[in-house]
């Protein structure tokens, strides 16, 4: 097996989709924060109006989960 190397640092990607539990300092546009890299999505809300580049996005979980049981 090949050694990966990204700025210096070794990895392999045997297990990348496995992250840690373990918190994690990082910031993100200035803002601080310590939280673990594994989390759980955040439940949806769709009585918020979510916008894209001007656009309002329309909720479509049913038709989300629909397109995944008939994949």
Same mark, same amino acid.
């Given at each position: 097996? %090949?050694? /990966? =190397?990204?700025?210096?640092?070794s990895? #392999? $990607?045997? $297990?990348?989709? =496995? %992250? #840690? $539990? =373990?918190?994690v300092d990082h910031s993100y546009r200035g803002q601080h924060y310590s939280a673990? /890299?594994?989390?759980e999505a955040a439940p949806v809300d769709t009585q918020v109006e979510l916008q894209y580049r001007g656009h309002v996005y329309q909720h479509r979980q049913a038709e989300a989960a629909n397109q995944v049981e008939n994949a």
């Open positions: 097996m %090949t050694k /990966l =190397q990204y700025r210096g640092a990895y #392999s $990607n045997d $297990n990348r989709e =496995q %992250t #840690s $539990n =373990q918190v673990p /890299l594994r989390h």
